[in-house]
């Protein structure tokens, strides 16, 4: 044992590890405004080094290539996304399906660069990006499965009617911070009641699939 282990401390190493992840954390940063701003095919590797002050090659070393650079930018996106619409774990189901669109209105509306290149799936048509983004859907419709059936393996039918229900809601809010009309608090008892309206029509395709109180109309 050496001494700086014998006296708790953090050998070279691992504070080595630490400065690293800092510097490709605060590239990621500066990746998500750039291409936020300027085209994926636009950037070159020069472009992307002299706005974030560093040499071409710390990018390479990082992320291999430019393609993979968009790419850890999309996937720490998404990262956040899901994290963060996700989250009350601990909140009766009800009242996590309104935490989460919450959250998910909140991250929209706070990263609002991120969320459109996450829904847009990228630059262009790459077939990645587009499998992150699909993922981050997949991800929230068995959240709110979770919530409203407390349970995610659901049927194909009920996936698919909440699977349509979180396109239709990324639509709305794209517009939504394009436009700006309506406050978080009213987007999201919008987005709520419209969910409500799709868990009635697939308890009527499927009885088994009760909607919860809260979205019936009788409730």
Known sequence: MNISQQRGG???QARA?????????ELISIGR???ADTSYDALSMDDI???AHVAKGLIYYYFKSKRGYYLAIVEDSVAELVTSAAAGLELPAVDRVHRTIDRYLRYAEHHQAAYRTIVSGGVGFDTQVHAIRDGVREAIVATIAEGAYGRRDISPLARMGLFAWVC??????LDWIARPGLTRDSMRELLVKTLGGTLRAIEELEPRYTAPPP???DG
């Open 10 to 12: 953090v050998g070279p």
């Open 215 to 217: 979205a019936r109309r």
């Open 168 to 173: 239709s809601v990324e639509g709305a809010t």
């Open 49 to 51: 080094a002299r706005h």
């Open 33 to 35: 405004k750039l291409f």
């Open 17 to 25: 590890t630490d400065r690293s992840l800092a510097r490709r954390a």
